[in-house]
């Protein structure tokens, strides 16, 4: 493929022809968790709908020539960032995509910065990205944290879970998260009535479960993500958690999650995502073709977002015929609008935040599932305009302050 | 280690006289002509990744190959060194000298402190007490603010070299990661070839008969440790500096196998053996990324065969062969 | 009902039996492997991956067999056992006159095999395991709730442990082990089959790993990870113990489990650091370990 482009580029410079008759090559790199905690929410997953994507958009079409490339980067922030600078630097890839882990993201977000390329963070959470962190060469896709503690948080309190008791996982991450909701849960009307701090990658969280019950909150919050937010509502169930009246509420849960738990053990829970499979025929057209890539499996949004982050990327570099200029480039994305059949219409903040609606879900009880994958139903939908931090209140160096 | 010892007790019996061996003088020479050209043809911060290992790799090999001490936590002292320094670059806008000296000053504290700890118990004991309080420090480097945590310590400044060198230039950088890795390098030649390191060599052999000709074996030991424990340091917060992050990784147990993995394959109680294992385990892993897991496998491959059938290493395998000192 | 410190008694002892839950399978793991130091004098640094195996074992067991929980109890340590049993003949016999240190190396290497393979068959997320419907719900003991499966845990632990300590104490066998232990040369003159007995009492001890597995299984996530995670803190355990005794190793076992149950309740974030912190105690006033003869 390299070496075609190399041909065409001498015949052209010999012909004298100009630099229009040959296509633009642009590559595209998904950076992700191939086996690690998070492959089953991006992974392979996110590759699926990059191609997927890709194919879509028909690039011969608008004179470009896509190539994908794909790399691990096994959660690990100098893994990450060691890749990032291989692909920019040596294997001149103009665009990374995905990226499920923060650190990972906030480690690629600068060198993305300083080579002047394009990043696209579809998997990670930390609102950060938008704010003290922000950059003109990322634009935060899919969710963030702050979108997560609004969406559930609020949603909870105003439907009678007011009073709230935290498990956090004891890092910045988990602390965050804890602090954000709290700021929600109080600011409409609710009570926080205890938390702890639990070590990170604890196996065993019944001491902690039993701090919970005895609290006698309504609402556990689970500030934490992955094996933690797993095993506690693995081991929360054998604790009769659920039966005693309290429900738990994750803060940062995924579908992957839910289908690892089961029905029977996750029922009840109460999530916040902005992408469910089977929302409307879009959404299952969509889902259709991409599980002929992987079968046996339901997208989450973190893939979902990959799709559509690639998509409006490639509209951006046709529209402007050149990729290489990453300020360049997300400057017109943010001018131009989105569509695509996963978020419908949405648009882009000068802080680099993608806007679209999002939807707190519950977790259906197994009798309610019909079909392989009917694992939610739909409580309320929070407006676009709603669901993500105000630009005011973002601390972003890129808003000039009011 | 037993057969370490008998190993290079066969090829020329350590020279107590003050001049160096023809070997090691080529040897070394081959090395510099190869690190001064190699950044023309290879990509520099795979080459600077390398040095840094090497340094790692041998300050550890100072502990194992001469006093015959397994630390299997010394990743400890390679990731806070990296920490301080990082931190000590960018919240305190410390001049890269004066970060990395911070953070070696750190990890000579730590190795301190660990010393006395350790030192107290041998072989097999003191292998899973280094691994525990490396472990420990892990966790505390999870959850303390200053370390970021699951982040690292992220967009740390290269900053300009006593305020002149501008270090973001790929080849300035280069170069002074040479210089500082060369001259650890050959200081931790200098202390392998002295009455000092005559003395950690009786104690690994038979640490009573040292002990009954009058050494205080005890406080041999405990400064083979901090100095070990120093330079591994130097390595960690160079590291830091090159990557403009520190993070949980270089803390984490699997980065202490790395080391004795890197050790062994090259060659314990050699001189260039670490740096040869350094620079064949990072191109290793370089190449081997796409595949993920199975980095762990290989890994862990290496290290059985080894201790099987090639307990030498590369460089000792070639000096046994070559009747030579390397 | 009266406090603690602050703490309503309640949830006190409550917290007191989960520790010693936690310390079950500290005791388990510490135990297995001071019965392979005692004999071989290694550091079985694959102890872990053979209790990650051990839950994998019955995961798999019930996955693609439909065998449950009671039958991998059974069939799993004697598997496990085995494969232990392959790696004592095929690997550690070489390596039995080198440096111990070499022992060490060589079980790491294997451990990190282990994981890696696992990690590359599963991902590294975990797989479910369904708590056995005999052992599920709990009773109210009137200060907390206990899950079935956590009081099966600690009296099937202790009757293991307990069991082992005899074997190896009051039993000929035990003697026997104990004796070439000592002075393996002697043992054999008396006709004893000295290696075999290695072979087997370093299958044993890697049965006792995969039994701990078993019964984490449908507590704990089972992954490939939980092996390296656990086998470090069992480590701080046996420092601390010191090897000198079986029983030593048992009772420091269930002890740091309650201690750090403890920690939970009144400093949750060191809960994962303390029993490290003890050791480094530990060490400066004892070097050989609670238990421990001699440096």
Redesign the interface.
């Known amino acids: 493929m390299k070496r075609t482009n190399l041909w065409l580029i001498a015949a052209a410079m010999l012909t004298g022809t100009a630099a229009h008759a040959e296509d633009l090559a642009v590559k595209i790199g998904v950076m992700s968790d191939m086996s690690g905690l998070y492959s089953d929410l991006g992974g392979p997953g996110s590759v699926a709908a990059a191609k997927l994507a890709v194919e879509d958009f028909n690039p011969a079409a608008h004179g470009l020539k896509v190539e994908i490339v794909t790399g691990d980067m096994q959660n690990k922030p100098d893994v990450g960032s060691n890749l990032a600078r291989q692909w920019f630097d040596v294997d001149h890839v103009d665009m990374i995509v995905d990226v499920p882990n923060s650190g990972v993201a906030l480690a690629v977000n600068e060198v993305a910065r300083e080579k002047n390329k394009v990043f696209l963070v579809s998997g990670a959470a930390s609102s950060d990205l938008t704010g003290p962190k922000c950059s003109p060469n990322t634009i935060h896709w899919t969710y963030d944290t702050w979108m997560l503690a609004n969406g559930t948080g609020k949603a909870l309190v105003k439907t009678g879970g007011d009073t709230w008791f935290f498990m956090t996982a004891d890092y910045a991450f988990g602390h965050a998260l804890e602090r954000d909701t709290t700021a929600v849960v109080i600011a409409n009307g609710g009570k926080v009535l205890g938390s702890v701090s639990i070590p990170l990658n604890n196996a065993d969280f019944s001491s902690f479960l039993l701090q919970a019950q005895s609290s006698k909150a309504n609402i556990i919050g689970l500030a934490n993500a992955g094996g933690d937010t797993i095993n506690s509502i693995k081991q929360g169930a054998e604790f009769g958690i659920t039966a005693g009246g309290q429900k738990f509420a994750g803060l940062l849960v995924f579908i992957t999650d839910v289908n690892s738990l089961g029905l029977k053990t996750a029922q009840g829970l109460v999530l916040t995502e902005t992408f469910y499979w089977d929302m409307n025929d879009g959404t299952r057209a969509w889902t259709k073709r991409w599980q002929a890539q992987m079968p046996g499996k339901f997208p989450s949004m973190v893939q979902a977002g990959v799709y559509s982050a690639v998509t409006h990327y490639l509209k951006a570099v046709a529209a402007l015929k050149s990729a290489a200029d990453g300020k360049t480039v997300v400057a017109k994305m943010k001018a131009m609008p989105t569509d695509d059949p996963l978020f419908g219409k949405g648009t882009i903040r000068a802080d680099g935040r993608k806007i679209h609606p999002a939807y707190l879900f519950e977790v259906k009880k197994p009798e309610e599932s019909k079909y392989p994958g009917d694992d939610y139903k739909l409580r309320a939908t929070i407006p676009a305009d709603e669901a993500f931090r105000p630009i005011k209140d973002d601390n972003c160096p890129l808003v000039s302050s009011n | 280690?037993?057969?370490a010892a008998e190993t290079s007790s066969k090829t020329s019996a350590f020279p107590i006289g003050r001049e160096t061996p023809r070997s090691l003088a080529v040897a070394a020479a081959v090395l510099v002509a190869f690190l001064i050209a190699a950044p023309y043809v290879l990509?520099p911060?795979f080459l600077m990744k390398a040095l840094c290992f090497a340094l790692f790799a041998c300050a550890f090999n100072l502990l194992l190959g001469y006093v015959?001490l397994?630390s299997?936590g010394h990743a400890l002292y390679f990731g806070w060194a990296g920490y301080v320094a990082a931190y000590a670059a960018k919240s305190w806008g410390l001049s890269p000298e004066l970060a990395i000296l911070t953070g070696t000053a750190t990890a000579a504290g730590l190795g301190i402190i660990a010393g006395v700890?350790?030192i107290?118990?041998?072989?097999?004991?003191f292998?899973?007490?280094t691994?525990?309080?490396a472990?420990?420090m892990y966790?505390?480097a999870?959850?303390v603010?200053f370390t970021?945590?699951?982040?690292?310590i992220?967009?740390v400044p290269r900053g300009r070299l006593f305020g002149l060198v501008d270090l973001n230039n790929e080849m300035n950088m280069y170069v002074f990661v040479l210089i500082v890795v060369l001259a650890a390098l050959f200081l931790i030649y200098r202390i392998i070839d002295s009455p000092f390191g005559e003395v950690l060599r009786a104690i690994r052999e038979n640490e009573l008969r040292t002990i009954s000709l009058g050494y205080n074996t005890d406080r041999y030991k405990l400064t083979a440790f901090i100095l070990s424990a120093t330079l591994a340091g130097l390595a960690g917060a160079t590291k830091a500096l090159v990557?403009?992050?520190a993070?949980?990784?270089?803390v984490h147990?699997t980065m202490s196998?790395e080391v004795?993995l890197m050790t062994?394959v090259g060659g314990l109680g050699t001189v260039f053996g670490p740096i040869v294992g350094a620079f064949l385990i990072v191109a290793m892993e370089n190449y081997l990324?796409?595949f993920?897991?199975?980095?762990?496998?290989?890994?862990?491959?290496?290290?059985?065969v080894c201790?099987?059938v090639f307990?030498r290493g590369i460089v000792g395998e070639l000096a046994h062969r070559l009747k030579v000192r390397l | 009902m009266f406090e603690i410190f602050g703490i309503p008694s309640q949830a006190l002892f409550g917290q007191l039996l989960l520790g010693l839950i936690n310390g079950s399978f500290y005791a388990l793991l510490s135990l297995g492997l001071a019965v392979i130091f005692g004999m071989l004098n290694i550091i079985n640094f694959t102890h872990g991956a053979q209790y990650m195996m051990g839950a994998f074992a019955a995961y798999m067991l019930l996955q693609y067999f439909g065998l449950n929980y009671w039958v991998a109890l059974v069939v799993v340590p004697i598997v496990i056992g085995f494969v232990g049993i392959l790696i004592e003949r095929l690997l550690l016999k070489r390596i039995q006159n080198l440096d111990h240190l070499y022992g060490l190396i060589l079980t790491f290497g294997l451990a990190l095999i282990l994981e890696g393979l696992f990690r590359n068959y599963y991902g590294s997320s975990g797989q479910p395991y369904q708590m056995p419907d005999e052992l599920r719900g709990g009773r109210n003991l009137g200060f907390m709730f206990l899950p079935n499966y956590r009081a099966w845990v600690i009296a099937f632990s202790l009757v293991v442990c307990f069991g082992t300590w005899f074997a190896i104490e009051r039993t000929r066998l035990g003697s026997y082990l104990r004796a070439a232990t000592e002075n393996p040369t002697l043992v054999r003159a008396f006709g004893i089959n000295v290696p075999r007995m290695v072979t087997l009492t370093y299958g044993f001890g890697v049965g006792l790993a995969a039994l701990a597995g078993v019964m984490a299984a449908p507590i704990y996530n089972v992954s490939p990870q939980m092996g390296s995670d656990i086998i470090i803190v069992v480590f701080a355990v046996v420092v601390i113990g010191g090897m000198g005794s079986i029983m030593g190793a048992i009772l420091t076992g269930f002890t740091l489990g309650i201690v750090e149950g403890l920690t939970k309740v009144f400093f949750p974030e060191a809960s994962n650091t303390v029993i490290f912190a003890i050791m480094i105690l530990v060490l400066l006033v004892r070097p050989a370990g609670l238990f421990g003869r001699g440096a």
């Open positions: 280690m037993a057969s990509y911060v015959g397994l299997f700890v350790a107290r118990r041998q072989g097999i004991y292998a899973m007490i691994l525990a309080l472990q420990m966790l505390v999870l959850r603010k970021g945590g699951e982040d690292g992220q967009a990557f403009q992050l993070s949980l990784t270089d147990w196998g004795v062994l990324a796409p993920g897991q199975w980095v762990l496998v290989i890994q862990g491959a290496i290290f059985v201790v099987l307990r």
